[in-house]
Structures are given as structure tokens and as C-alpha cells.
DNA sequence: TGAAGAGTTGAAAACTTCTTCAACTGTACA
DNA sequence: TGTACAGTTGAAGAAGTTTTCAACTCTTCA
């Protein structure tokens, strides 16, 4: 019942709520990748990418290391994937729910 | 690699991303509420309880039902249990991450 | 040393979210 | 019918987030 508890899960989750920060995390999954690759797959500005990796950085979520002129970042968890599947899971009943809804209209439509 | 489908994960993080809308579905976790109940275990302003269940409604997470003069919340998906397990999971290990950092501040500071 | 490339950061503007207060809807019961 | 209670909604202001642009740091290599 610790209200500073559930502050910390509601930042994690905010923490999680951004396309292009799902979309690192998931490339990510698959090891450690450097700045200059994420950016060629994402493909937004340099600068905006760089401000979502500060905000993984910042929660601890991932870590990012200098080799040279290229940065390289990594998960620091391997439970990040299992988040992600169940997150998954959860989304597909959410929006099978929807269609239901959808289909359910339709029928309506039709009487 | 769709975006449209980054996007509706980063939507369904927003959506978990505020402590009172987290509270909520834990406490429905032990089985459907009326929101009187909630207002009693969470202590804000009905108003403000309302506008976070609103948006907890919405996203099709969970149900409302009228009975009477109360409105009794559900979930809509076992899978919360599991989501909000996870979450735990990685949590704890982020947070646990965060406090070596401060433990190597501290000796710092002795050295 | 200095020029170039990789990535990050700061500030301003646009957008979204949250809280509060007042007004509203729906149900029960006298 | 009308009063009271439970819960929801709308509007306005405050607070936080995201994007863009320019400026900056750090490393490499000539």
C-alpha cells in the first residue's frame, strides 16, 4: 500500500510509453547495438533519438558505453523481454475487445 | 517493424503510467470493487478518481457496471496479474541497479 | 594543431496530461 | 414529485513531455 511505490511503477511505465523508446528496447532484445544502427532503423532525427536514450539511460534500463566515436547501447536487464511478450498478450485481448465492439456495431449497422 | 504498432504499445504504457491508475488495478486484481471502495482505500477527490478510471475505461483494461446507485470495476484480462508481476520483477532489479550506484558514491565519499 | 564526424545537450514552442471546481446524470426513497 | 446520494463530466489553469534547431563535446585522423 506505499503510495512512493506505486509513484516508482507509474514512472517505470511512463518511462515505457513512447513509440520510438519501444522500438529501441525491442532492437535491443536482440544484444547491444550501436547509436548510428538504431538510427538508421528508426529513422528520425539524431537529436530526438538522443533524447529518448537519455530518458532509457536516466531509468537505468539501458546502459551505453563509448568505443570510440560510436556510442553502443545495451539492455542491463534480460527481463525486458519477458515484459515485452506479456505486454503483448495483454494488448491482444485489449484489442481483440475492441473488434468485438467493432463487430458488434456493424451488426447493428446491418439491422 | 510496423509503427503504427509502436504506437499503440507506447499508448498502452501511457495508460498504466499514473499511481492511482496503478493502484486501481491492483486492487481489482482481488476481484471487481465499487468505486466507493476504491475512493475509501485510495483517499483522493472523486472527481480525480473518476477522470483516472475514465481513462482505465477507455483503454478496454477494465469494465464498470452499474448496480444500483454504485458502479462495481472489473478487469477485463487475468493477464494484469502477470503484467504487474513482471513488472515487479524488472523494478526490482533497476532499483537494486540504482542503490550499487549510491553505494560506490558513499565510497567514494570514505576514500 | 585543426578539421570532420558521432552523438549529446539546452532552449523555445507545440502538445498532452493532471487537478480542481462546478455543474450534471441517474437511482433510490420519502 | 422532490430530495439526497453516488458517480461522472467539462472547463480552466498548472505542470510535464516532445520536437526542432543551434551549439557543444569528444574522438579520430590528416
Known amino acids: 500500500m506505499p503510495l512512493p511505490l506505486h509513484q516508482a511503477k507509474a514512472e517505470f511505465f511512463r518511462m515505457l510509453g513512447h513509440p520510438v523508446r519501444i522500438r529501441v528496447l525491442e532492437l535491443l532484445q536482440d544484444g547491444p547495438r550501436p547509436v548510428r544502427e538504431l538510427l538508421a532503423d528508426i529513422g528520425i532525427e539524431a537529436s530526438s533519438l538522443s533524447a529518448q536514450l537519455a530518458v532509457l539511460r536516466r531509468s537505468g534500463i539501458v546502459t551505453a558505453t563509448r568505443d570510440g566515436t ?27 475487445g475492441q473488434n468485438e465492439l467493432l463487430a458488434m456495431l456493424r451488426d447493428e449497422e446491418r439491422a
Not at 70 to 96: F, N
Open 70 to 96: 560510436t556510442v553502443v547501447y545495451a539492455l542491463t536487464s534480460d527481463d525486458v523481454a519477458e515484459l515485452l511478450s506479456v505486454t503483448r498478450k495483454v494488448l491482444t485481448g485489449l484489442l481483440a
